[in-house]
């Protein structure tokens, strides 16, 4: 069996968003030393090959690194009940089989259409099952570490994410850093027509119908069309919006 990682490394990358920024602290071994005198260890009771313990704390937000989100992030309700947060996922849909849809070809800025998704879909030879998890393929994460990541890409529209609800996935992802367009594309594009529907369009589906979609993968171009299996496990985080995920291909 071969494992493809798809999420990336949580690190510092000064060129993030300021209000995505990951801080890692790694502590020196000898750190642990001090805490086991402090804690009534004598020192002449140290074993010899005691280094201490390595140890390290991170600070960041539940989105900051590859994650997926709950529909609790959409919004406080979903379908007319109370949304679910990240420690609700349901597990057995975390691990299914997985499908590429190649959206590769999308200009910056252009959303991903009902269309797109169906020419993408004949393309892939797939067959799409409420068991199956997509992972939309644009690119971008080509730009992750650069200060253009977060700035760039295409985006799912509101009727391509309810065209796959509507076919029973209810787990997807996209290696971009947003599942909608960039932020300064949704805004200059609402801005331009007056039109108030546009901001977050896709994001906002899941206040009508429950789904979870992750962002922020890579390694979707090492992926073939389809016949590998996903699992995606976030952090048992109680009450939250999102959490970081480990996400894997499984090639047998």
Aim: net charge neutral; hydrophobic share 45%; aromatic share 8%.
């Amino acid at each position: 069996m071969k494992v493809i990682d798809l999420s990336k490394p949580v690190r510092f990358n000064r060129d993030d968003p300021f209000f995505m920024r990951v801080k890692v602290k790694h502590k020196p071994h000898w750190m642990a030393k001090l805490l086991v005198r402090l804690l009534g260890l004598p020192f002449r009771l140290f074993p010899r090959d005691f280094a201490g313990w390595a140890d390290d704390t991170i600070s960041m937000g539940v989105h900051a690194t590859t994650h997926i989100d709950a529909p609790w992030h959409y919004g406080p309700v979903s379908a007319g009940a109370p949304a679910q947060t990240i420690e609700q996922i349901p597990l057995d849909r975390c691990i299914g089989p997985g499908v590429v849809l190649d959206l590769s070809h999308k200009a910056d800025d252009d959303p991903i259409t009902v269309a797109d998704m169906e020419a993408a879909l004949v393309a892939s030879g797939a067959m799409l099952t409420e068991h199956t998890i997509v992972l939309i393929r644009t690119g971008r994460d080509r730009l992750m570490g650069t200060k253009d990541f977060w700035q760039t890409g295409t985006g799912m529209s509101a009727a391509a994410t309810e065209w796959l609800l509507d076919r029973g996935v209810t787990v997807m992802g996209i290696d971009q850093w947003g599942w909608d367009l960039p932020f300064r594309a949704q805004i200059a594009k609402s801005r331009a027509t007056g039109d108030d529907t546009l901001f977050w369009e896709a994001h906002r589906v899941g206040q009508r119908r429950p789904y979870w979609h992750m962002e922020q993968l890579t390694n979707l171009g090492a992926l073939p069309a389809h016949g590998f299996e996903v699992a995606v496990f976030p952090l048992k985080i109680e009450g939250a919006s999102a959490a970081p995920a480990r996400v894997v291909a499984l090639l047998r």
